[in-house]
């Protein structure tokens, strides 16, 4: 063992954790070298797959293998992550750049993201803080029960809220609904931008929330989004149940003091468009902006949807 961990080899024999999940694998592997050599070209196949996302050839190696040894390397390779959510973490002797844990991780994020004042995934409020630790879930985006090699990989490891990770994502995956190539991807294809959200109250029917990628209507992309997170039937909610009356409450507020002013209904629409701008401004610096926004340009393009609030 110290032959194939090298340098490596104390942080290795002083992990326990990691011993019985290296020999149920090679008892998986045997005496067959060319399983072997799969299973490491699996590896390194779906551990470089962030140098793949144009790829429209690309595929994950990990989640094809046979059964075994598809359920000793998960094992094996989980564990890895059970040890970066440790407190001992991966020391420097292994990373050369300080002490890796789950928190030390999520710390990083949010220091190098100082106006970042949302969950990164579904635009909610932001993790809680006590003192130096950050309440938040290191979600994986492509989960480890499909793609196991991913476990600790700095491209798959996302800090989302609770919800995000518990209620909805789990072990869902994207790659499932798009190809790598098409879905959106942390860190390398942000969602945001592409995706238009626009409110809609369409005849016989309740306010609501449509997606739009770069005009193209509900690409492999947003529905890999929505299959992951529910983002769209989400938003609708808090748009329906939170959002709209608050802003509903603020325009009567509005139009009430403008009308003891003496003014018409082109200040109001200023006003709107003034608000619009202002929400647009704040995104990412406080929660549900995008959602605002979105009633606020319907509320300012449609003069039935002010009319309403009006009566």
Known sequence: MDGHFAANADWFWTHRSLHQPVADLNQAVGADAALAARVLASFDNDAGFDRHTDDP????????????PRPQLRALLETFYVI???????????TGNGLLTRNSLLADFWLHNPNLRVCPACDGPPPDRTGDKIHAQCDHF???SRHPALSIHPRNLVPICTPCNEDFKGDLDANDRAHLSQMFLPYTREVFGPLEVEAARPPQQGL???????????????????YILHL???????LQDQIAPKIENTIRHQWRLITRLGHDRADLEQDIN?????????HGQAPDTIVAEAYWSLLASDPNERDALLL
């Open 142 to 144: 492509f989960p480890i």
């Open 208 to 226: 609501t929330l449509r997606f739009n990628d770069n005009g193209a209507g509900e690409t492999p992309r947003i529905q890999s989004l929505n």
């Open 84 to 94: 970066l959510g440790s407190n001992g973490g991966f020391s420097n002797q292994l």
């Open 232 to 238: 769209q039937e989400r938003w609708t909610a808090r």
């Open 57 to 68: 050839a690309f595929a994950f190696a990990c989640s094809a293998l046979p059964d075994p």
């Open 274 to 282: 003034a608000q619009r701008v202002e929400v647009h401004r704040t």
